[in-house]
């Protein structure tokens, strides 16, 4: 009798445990949903940063959303009228012991293309624990209607929206690239670039 007892109240547990398991891993693939669903039903205009998109930042504004002194900014020279470039001290020498090349442009791509690497990262975020991540994530701008993905490994983050066929991408170059760059000044670039990707969709959201 106790052993049938003790069977029953083992298969209850294996059933319990397995019945959570699945309504955990549901959840997560709803909430996936639901957030790649918020750009396909957003009505808000960004056409002037993703189609059509040239350098409307200068060293004052970047100073100003970046927290760090204007003085310690410089313009370099682009070929390109979709790209900012700009050189930034305090974050390690470079290798011309310049400092960091920050880079601001816009990337061809397709609609298909950014609603596949948007679903992707959230299944990512969703299902894999954080240390396989390594720092990748993705996040909901603060306006909403786009996406906000960073690399700090590669030194990236991107502003990504399915109903454009193109994405900004703001780099600051990686730890390994920059002498003398400490692991908590290429936090803080991480940091600081996402928050000029929210700056850049409020201010372009029409």
């Known amino acids: 009798m106790k052993k049938l ?4 109240v ?10 959570t398991k699945e309504n955990i891993g549901s959840t997560a693939k709803n909430e996936t949903k639901q957030e790649t669903s918020k750009l396909s039903n957003s009505s808000s205009d960004y056409s002037s940063l993703f ?8 060293v004052a504004e970047l100073a100003k959303v970046l927290q760090i002194p204007a003085s310690d900014i410089m313009v370099q020279t682009s070929k390109s009228a979709n790209e900012c470039l700009f050189k930034i001290k305090g974050f390690g020498e470079g290798h011309d012991s310049t400092g960091t ?15 596949k690497e948007i679903a992707n990262l959230l299944k990512d975020k969703a299902e894999l624990p954080s240390g396989i991540l390594m720092g990748r994530d993705i996040v909901l701008a603060d306006a909403g209607d786009c996406y ?23 780099t600051y170059q990686t ?8 692991e908590e000044q290429h936090n ?16 372009h959201k029409k």
């Open 175 to 182: 730890k390994a690239s920059v002498q003398g760059r400490t």
């Open 51 to 58: 189609d059509t998109y040239t350098c409307d930042i200068d």
């Open 101 to 115: 090349t920050w880079r601001l442009m816009s990337v061809p791509s397709s609609k298909g293309q950014s609603k």
């Open 10 to 19: 083992i298969t209850l547990l294996v059933a319990c445990k397995s019945e």
């Open 148 to 170: 906000i993905a960073s690399q700090p490994r590669r030194g990236t983050v991107r502003i990504l929206n399915e109903n454009y066929d193109s994405f900004i991408v703001i």
């Open 188 to 203: 803080q670039l991480n940091l600081k670039s996402k928050d000029l990707a929210n700056y850049l969709v409020t201010k």
């Open 5 to 8: 007892i003790t069977l029953a």
